[in-house]
């Protein structure tokens, strides 16, 4: 049997428009995903790109089904667009939305009038570390990560409002695994990292994966991280990086690892370029802080 295609009905235009951009892009979803000051938050293209991540919502979707929300008290974080408060508000009986960022202020505040919430929502402008709740929650929501938790305020919000939760209460998410691999990529001048938004970006992997840390985020205090770790590579060669994985633990048996529009894996260069070689160990050190930036963050080898 012989199968034929009719070429002439598939539209190839945005596949040949990709592949003419593919080296144009390496740095758009960096971009897109750069907190600024100006506008306290991230801009207006990066809630459509979260939006459309069904894979990052979903996970939420999964914990938010795996429990029972009928009457129960919620505070959610960063609340955006509202992209995960809409699933679950119908059940809630009271909830605490907030968020910082002035330019989705009267967004939020129609969609609240639209449903119907008012008497069931109290929205909250402002800095997550610093709100008062006038009282406990059984669920704490919020999903201000970013790879390693190094850019956004994930820990330090949590270490904030978990003081609010009651004794049976869960946090969503509540552990976050921070995975590390040697490796080798291209930085182009002014450059410290990239998150991987095609396959074709992917660094030159040296190591096998190891665990850097777990975020407790029921019980994590400190935010400036430093250690070292023996790491033995699989392959010799230039290091000049290391690949970053975070693993999200949403709730138990409910996991986000990572997609284009949140925490993706991440390349960030090492102080200085190192020859390793298979078989022999080599010791990673790093260190970095919640809630700044990969730029100052620091990983070096020591042979």
């Known amino acids: 049997m012989i199968i ?5 009905n598939m539209n190839f235009k945005y596949l040949s428009e990709l592949i003419d951009n593919y080296d144009k892009l390496k740095y758009s979803l960096l ?38 929300f009928s009457g129960k008290i919620i505070c959610e974080a960063g609340v955006g667009t509202l992209a995960l408060t809409k699933h679950y508000m119908d059940d809630v009986k009271y909830a605490y939305l907030i968020e910082n960022n ?20 109290q929205v909250i402008f402002g800095d997550a570390t610093k709100v008062e709740l006038p009282e406990p929650v059984d669920f704490i929501v919020g999903e201000l990560m970013s790879i390693y938790c190094a850019n956004e305020y994930q820990v330090q919000i949590f270490k ?70 023996k790491i033995t590579p699989i392959l ?34 090492l102080e200085a370029e190192v020859m390793v070689k298979k078989g022999e160990p080599v010791e990673l050190n790093y260190s970095f802080a919640y809630g700044t930036s990969l730029d100052q963050a620091k990983f070096w080898i020591s042979c």
């Open 4 to 8: 034929s295609y009719n070429f002439k």
């Open 236 to 269: 010799s060669g230039k290091c000049n990086c290391i690949y970053m994985h975070s693993a999200v633990q949403v709730a138990e048996g409910c996991n986000f690892t990572g997609t284009d529009s949140l925490m993706p894996p991440t390349v960030c260069k």
């Open 160 to 229: 904030h409002l978990r003081k609010y939760l009651k004794p049976r209460g869960k946090l969503l998410p509540e552990f976050i695994t921070n995975v590390v691999q040697l490796s080798h990529a291209t930085f182009e001048e002014g450059h410290k990292h990239y998150p991987i938004n095609f396959t074709r970006h992917l660094p030159e992997q040296l190591s096998l994966s190891q665990i850097v840390n777990v975020i407790d985020l029921y019980k994590v205090v400190d935010t400036n991280i430093e250690g070292s770790m």
């Open 31 to 68: 971009n897109a995903q750069t907190f600024s000051q100006e506008h306290f938050g991230f801009p207006s293209i990066y809630y459509k790109i979260m939006e459309t991540d069904q894979k990052r919502v979903g996970a939420f979707h999964k914990a938010f089904a795996k429990y029972d």
């Open 102 to 121: 002035p330019e989705v202020r009267d967004f939020i505040t129609e969609e609240i009038s639209k449903n119907g919430w008012e008497d069931k929502a």
